[in-house]
């Protein structure tokens, strides 16, 4: 059986492994924990060398005034190298605007489980709508089943406290902010149609980065 990491012509694939942190001057890396984990997981199901010290070296010089957003990136050969870029904060009552693409995930490949480089049907998805008609863009499965955001999980409220959030089975990224809600018992997965979403009381998509942000569906 290939690795994961192979292409289905048999080739290897060309990408790195990404992870996307928020640097907090008080607090330092926000659940830096649950990024290296899936990093490490990922490194040892898709074959990259993975060196604690490299990536803690790369981590180390991400340092700052302000809140950063800072990018992990490891190649497969173990080196790792850390950018930073300004965080800019959200307005607090900020909604969101959401649109479905009609570029669809295929839920039988299991690299949309490990955040990687190779993003071009996110921007395929993305490049669908203009920014000023959509904040973030929705994927959906061969079923027809909502997957993910380009840059984030989905969460919906459906009558009681707990939110739903789609299962890995249907296609889509073990999201750090996700696997800790579902870990604390505020989310559990279910899986999500349009019209769930449509009829859904509350709507929310969120990362790590930027944690849960209200949204609705245009």
């Known amino acids: 059986m290939p690795a994961e990491g192979a292409i289905r012509d048999g080739t290897t694939a060309d990408f790195d492994l990404i992870e996307t942190l928020r640097w907090q001057p008080a607090d330092g890396f926000v659940r830096l924990d649950r990024h290296l984990q899936r990093l490490y997981s990922s490194a040892t199901a898709l074959g990259f060398a993975a060196d604690p010290d490299a990536i803690g070296g790369a981590?180390?010089?991400?340092?700052?005034?302000?809140?950063?957003?800072?990018?992990?990136?490891?190649?497969?050969?173990?080196?790792?190298?850390?950018?930073?870029?300004p965080l800019e904060p959200l307005a607090k009552d900020a909604v969101w605007t959401l649109r479905i693409a009609q570029t669809r995930l295929d839920s039988t490949d299991p690299l949309?489980?490990?955040?990687?480089?190779?993003?071009?049907?996110?921007?395929?998805?993305?490049?669908?709508?203009?920014?000023?008609?959509?904040?973030?863009?929705l994927l959906l499965n061969e079923r027809s089943e909502i997957c993910e955001g380009t840059i984030t999980n989905l969460f919906i409220s459906v009558g009681d406290p707990v939110l739903v959030t789609p299962p890995l089975t249907s296609g889509l990224l073990a999201g750090v902010l996700r696997g800790s809600m579902l870990d604390a018992g505020a989310a559990r997965e279910v899986a999500v149609t349009e019209a769930d979403l449509r009829s859904a009381q509350t709507i929310f998509v969120g990362?790590?980065?930027?944690?849960?942000?209200?949204a609705r569906l245009a």
């Open 207 to 214: 990362n790590s980065l930027r944690g849960l942000v209200r």
């Open 112 to 137: 949309l489980r490990h955040k990687t480089t190779r993003r071009h049907i996110y921007d395929a998805a993305r490049a669908e709508f203009p920014r000023e008609l959509a904040d973030e863009v």
């Open 59 to 85: 981590l180390g010089k991400c340092r700052g005034d302000a809140a950063l957003r800072v990018r992990l990136a490891l190649s497969r050969d173990g080196a790792a190298e850390a950018t930073i870029t």
